[in-house]
């Protein structure tokens, strides 16, 4: 069974750096059929996708375009997770940011959800 | 804005159908699968329905999805108090490359 556990910090200051971590379990970040996906969640802007990260082969990255230029998306073999990192937060990125596997074009499995605030 | 439109709010009194539709285009569900989530305040979305029309195991058969061109809809028949939450549609877009979703439906049990 598939389980995504999530973990960072709930608040940020603006203008620093947003990192969080998705520990994967029952499949590997390498597989050739998943990818790994960061979903965010807030009042305002409802569920919005922002990037994935995925092995075929080798590594790819694809990120939405309202945070290409911020974010960074990557897999650690090592421990099996996959992490974001988002820079430069504005208090328009608080929000409850989630980790998911994509799997034969569909995201079934999702982690907890992280409530992260960005206030100073 | 999202890319995806679905109405802000539906409601019906237990026990009847309600529908949740999803309207996108040729880049999105109209050319590839639609899928919508469950959402409760505080926890995960819960995938509902898969490539248009599929249940996951698990999911009561209450909960039913279609798909006709750019358009989708999720139906709720023999509505329940426990039914009350947030839905989305879903889907891949290839001119974004990427995942987009509607803006959500609150669904009230009335």
């Known amino acids: 069974q598939v389980q995504l556990q999530q973990s960072g910090p709930g608040l940020v200051k603006p203008s620093q750096t947003l990192s969080l971590t998705c520990a994967i379990s029952?499949?590997?970040?390498?597989?050739?059929?998943?990818?790994w996906n960061w979903i965010r969640q807030s009042p305002s802007r409802g569920l919005e996708w922002l990037g994935r990260?995925?092995?075929?082969?080798?590594?790819?990255?694809g990120y939405a375009v309202s945070v290409k230029s911020r974010i960074t998306i990557n897999p650690d073999t090592s421990k099996n997770e996959f992490s974001l990192q988002l820079n430069s937060v504005t208090p328009e990125d608080t929000a409850v940011y989630y980790c998911?596997?994509?799997?034969?074009?569909?995201?079934?499995?999702w982690g907890q959800g992280t409530l992260v605030i960005v206030s100073s | 804005q999202s890319v995806l439109t679905q109405p802000p709010s539906a409601s019906g009194t237990p026990g009847q159908r309600v529908t949740i539709s999803c309207s996108g285009s040729?880049?999105?569900?109209?050319?590839?699968?639609v899928h919508w989530y469950q959402h409760f305040p505080g926890t995960a979305p819960k995938l509902l329905i898969y490539?248009?029309?599929q249940r996951p195991s698990g999911v009561p058969d209450r909960f039913s999805g279609s798909k006709s061109d750019a358009s989708a809809s999720l139906a709720i028949s023999g509505l329940r108090s426990e039914d009350e939450a947030d839905y989305y549609c879903?889907?891949?877009?290839?001119?974004?490359?990427?995942?987009?979703f509607g803006g959500g439906t609150k669904l009230t049990v009335l």
């Open positions: 998911a596997r994509g799997w034969d074009g569909y995201m079934a499995i």
């Open positions: 029952g499949d590997s970040v390498s597989s050739n059929s998943a990818a």
């Open positions: 990260t995925y092995y075929r082969s080798k590594w790819y990255n």
């Open positions: 040729r880049s999105n569900i109209g050319g590839d699968f």
């Open positions: 490539k248009n029309n």
């Open positions: 879903a889907g891949w877009d290839a001119s974004l490359n990427g995942w987009v």
